[in-house]
């Protein structure tokens, strides 16, 4: 028992370069995700109908196809047609496009839960449609996705495990590589487990943190 | 009351889908006048409310806010909006916005106001519904009743050449709706032109320089207090009142 310890202990250092890697693979996947959410969602919202659908075309296949299938078309189908990507932007390009389309899933129905009386009143007092979204909508649809956002950045770091297939060394990997040289395959794999559900404690934690932080004063239940 | 009109509304018809809900309304309000309208829910009080100020796109009629025709398809609507004052059933603050920030940002962002002249006003009309002291809280930590009185103290900020006021008691509790009304009697007494959807009795008698009755989208009856209240001439009106005193005695029974 306690040689097993002394062992984990032993590999944290060295799975611990790993969990950079990760954490790096998912925070790009995110920021790509949100910057094409942010992209897709007023097109989805406001477009006229060819683009929208367009939009939703988007979503609805990379919602509806394995990320495994995704990854593997980028890393080893794009080639054929002259995009080599390197195992990392593999990663990044395949995981992104990914988020992208959850992540403006929750954009869209953090805007659809402002209530219409919101728009009515602003439009009452003469503000035009830009202004209802900066000042009126957006800031706390913004509240509103907060806490679906970081589950999806927490679903990342789990999801990002799949890019260890296309040879990119990062936590799973890692632990891949212990096992071929120690065979120790129970001890590595419940460490490697440990360092993923710690980080995913951790983020799900800055959700509360927040929550708090951008409260709306005086809001206690789900209405408004 | 002779003065200019500050509202004329002719044949307005309007309607959700294919049910028509105004069915040729008119009415007028002239200037300093205070008009309220009463009528059992889903006559087409609040409709009408709205579609003065297109909130809800009427279908056909004449719509004239001191002097600019509303129906023109070529009239700046927001700034027919920015000259009128709309006070919702419900509120309808910015639950994320301090009190002072509620009225600052329309004077801002649509009246084009500095943030310090939008502050002096804010102050101005928030003295005025006594609330002076909250500027900071937010809506949400507000009564009712202290979130009606801002929404009222925002309307009145941007100058308006009518308030509309659309049932603003009717989501409180009873013990809140005196104060709103006192505000509202407070903004009456000022000269301000008022249509008001009210089914408040002693508010409308008190205040109202007319009455009109209205129900299925169009006006039954339309005179001064006295007229509508004792002495009404149609069948239908007498039921209203009837019903809205019986509701009364129950409420306060219970």
Request: charged share 20%; with cysteine; hydrophobic share 45%.
């Amino acid at each position: 028992m306690l040689e097993t310890l002394h062992f984990i202990i032993k590999i944290i250092p060295y799975l611990a370069e790993g969990l950079v890697i990760t954490l790096q693979v998912t925070a790009v996947s995110f920021a790509v995700g949100f910057a094409l959410a942010a992209l897709l969602t007023p097109l989805r919202v406001f477009a006229p109908t060819p683009l929208s659908v367009l939009a939703r075309g988007y979503i609805e296949a990379f919602r509806g196809t394995p990320l495994l299938v995704q990854l593997l078309l980028i890393y080893f189908g794009l080639p054929s047609l002259g995009i080599k990507l390197d195992p990392l932007t593999a990663g990044f390009v395949a995981l992104g496009l990914n988020s992208a389309a959850y992540q403006a899933e929750i954009l869209r129905s953090s805007i659809k839960a402002i209530p219409e009386s919101q728009y009515l009143s602003a439009e009452s007092l003469g503000m035009s449609t830009l202004q209802i979204y900066r000042y009126v909508v957006l800031p706390q649809a913004v509240r509103t996705a907060i806490p679906a956002l970081v589950n999806e950045f927490v679903t990342l770091i789990k999801e990002s495990s799949l890019v260890s297939i296309i040879g990119v060394v990062e936590l799973t990997r890692r632990g891949e590589y212990l096992v071929a040289y120690t065979f120790k395959a129970l001890e590595v794999y419940v460490a490697v487990a440990l360092l993923y559900f710690l980080v995913c404690a951790l983020a799900s934690q800055t959700t509360r943190f927040l929550e708090k932080r951008l409260a709306i004063p005086g809001y206690t239940r789900g209405v408004m | 009351m002779a003065g200019r009109e500050v509202l004329t509304v002719r044949n307005l018809r309007a309607g959700y889908g294919d049910t028509e809900v105004l069915k040729g309304i008119s009415l007028t309000v002239s200037e300093g006048e205070k008009v309220v309208i009463m009528g059992p829910s889903g006559s087409g009080k609040s409709t009408l409310l709205k579609c003065i100020v297109r909130l809800v796109e009427p279908w056909e009629g004449e719509i004239y806010l001191d002097g600019i025709n509303v129906m023109d398809p070529k009239v700046n609507i927001r700034a027919v909006r920015a000259r009128t004052g709309f006070v919702f059933q419900s509120y309808n603050l910015f639950p994320h916005m301090t009190v002072l920030r509620n009225i600052t940002l329309p004077l801002e962002v649509v009246k084009k106001l500095s943030k310090k002249e939008a502050e002096e006003v804010a102050l101005k009309v928030l003295k005025q519904v006594g609330l002076e002291d909250f500027i900071h809280k937010y809506p949400l930590e507000l009564s009712g009743g202290q979130q009606q009185r801002v929404a009222i103290a925002r309307a009145l900020a941007m100058d308006p050449v009518i308030l509309l006021l659309d049932e603003p008691t009717s989501a409180l509790d009873p013990e809140l709706r005196e104060e709103v009304l006192e505000t509202l009697r407070d903004v009456a007494k000022q000269g301000r032109s008022m249509l008001i959807v009210t089914h408040e009795l002693d508010f409308a008698e008190d205040v109202a320089d007319r009455i009109i009755l209205m129900d299925n989208g169009v006006v039954v009856e339309e005179g001064e207090p006295w007229e509508i209240l004792y002495r009404p001439k149609k069948e239908r009106t007498r039921r209203f009142l009837k019903r809205i005193m019986r509701k009364l005695a129950e409420a306060y029974v219970a």
